[in-house]
Structures are given as structure tokens and as C-alpha cells.
């Protein structure tokens, strides 16, 4: 049965639209555990185009589930996630002209980079998930590295077409998911998830955690965060 993580930081998009207090991530975060989260993921980026330094401490001190910290190989970062301890660190690659997240990230390239801030995170007891692509190359080096856990980039999955496409993505998560799990690294995936495309991606043997954001939250535009986030919880469990 995956576990739902829930991205808040689309909340924190249309706060910083007006450079406003709200709508408050925080407050987000707090519906979020209410309409059954098991997790809450947000994105400290070097810019700060989004989730805010504030947003993290005050959400370290009052999220009750788990508390999964998305951030780039960067030093400034690193510096705040091990003095604020989130429960888990996801290491995501990031590009400053990019609208979202555009693949995963390269450890086989960057691997003294990555292995440098894991040895710094894991100082601090920090859980340690890598972001990556379904490929066979970027897991092995993963699991040099020691990682404990791998999230598997779904956008491919999500932007290909119903049918034979979309059936092609999914037989390279469940190949990758294998290999995740082989290796004794614990199994997450996210990107792109929808209230159409989510299921089959919490079917793959051994998931355990899946992370959605945008689409709860432009459901929760329409309905309500508690309510968005408890149909998500039914569809994946």
C-alpha cells in the first residue's frame, strides 16, 4: 500500500504571486494531514520562487507526519536542511529557468557533488532519497552511494498518450522499481500524478510512497485541500 506525500508548494506559487501571507502552506499542510497525508513534500529552491525559508521552520515544528524536504546539491541549502532536520531530504536536480522539475537527477555525472551533501545529511540522521529517471545506470550508482531511498521521475509516464505509450513509461517504472527494491533501497515515484494516471503507478510491486502536489492542489481550487487530499488517499490505497 503506497503512502500518499502531499507537495504544498503550488500553495506557496500563488502566495508568492502577490508576495502576500496567503493562502499559508503552513495552514495547507495542517488540511493536508487532516484529509489523511502521511507526508508533506516541499521544494526549498535557491531561488525561493515558492516555498519560503520560514515555511520550512515553522512546518518542522508543526507537521506530524512525515516531513520530506525536496533541495538541489547546493550548499546554501544543505546548511538549512541539517539545522532544521527534516525527516527526509529528497535530492532533486534544478534549473533556475525551468517551470517544474524537467528530469532526475544525474549521480552518475555528479556523484562526488552528491555524495559530498549526502555525507552531510546523513551526519544529521537524515533519511536520504534520490530523485531519478528509470535508468539502470543512475540506480547502480545510486546504491553506491548509499541511498535509502530512490523516487522515480513519472513525467515521461504522465505525458505519454493512453494506450501503448503510456503502457511503455509504466513497464520502465516497474523494471526500474524492481531494481530499487533489489538493491535494498525503499521505492518512491512522483511527477506528474493525476487523479487518472496515479493508480497504476501505486500498483507497481513494493511502492512506497508516492508525491503529489499540483494536481491535489488545483483539485483543492475546486473543492477543498481536506477533501482533494482524502480522494487522492482512497485512489492510491
Known sequence: MAHLGVNIDHVATVRQARRTYEPDP????????????????????????HIQDRDLRILRETVTVKLNLEMACEDDVCRIACDVRPDQVTLVPENRAEVTTEGGLDVATHRDRAAAVMARLREKGI???????????????????GADAVELHTGQYALAKPGKPRDAELAKLISAGRQIVAAGMVLHAGHGLNYQNARAV????????????????????????????????????
Open 202 to 237: 501505486a500498483d507497481i510491486g513494493a511502492m512506497g510512497e508516492l508525491n503529489i502536489g499540483h494536481s491535489i492542489v488545483a483539485r483543492a481550487v475546486m473543492i477543498g485541500f481536506r477533501d482533494a487530499v482524502r480522494e487522492m488517499k482512497q485512489l492510491i490505497t
Open 26 to 49: 503552513v495552514w495547507a499542510a495542517a488540511l493536508a494531514e487532516l484529509g489523511g497525508a502521511d507526508g508533506i513534500t516541499l521544494h526549498l529552491r535557491e531561488d525561493r520562487r
Open 127 to 145: 533519511t536520504i532519497s534520490l530523485f531519478l529517471d528509470a535508468d539502470a545506470r543512475q540506480i547502480d550508482v545510486a546504491q553506491q552511494l
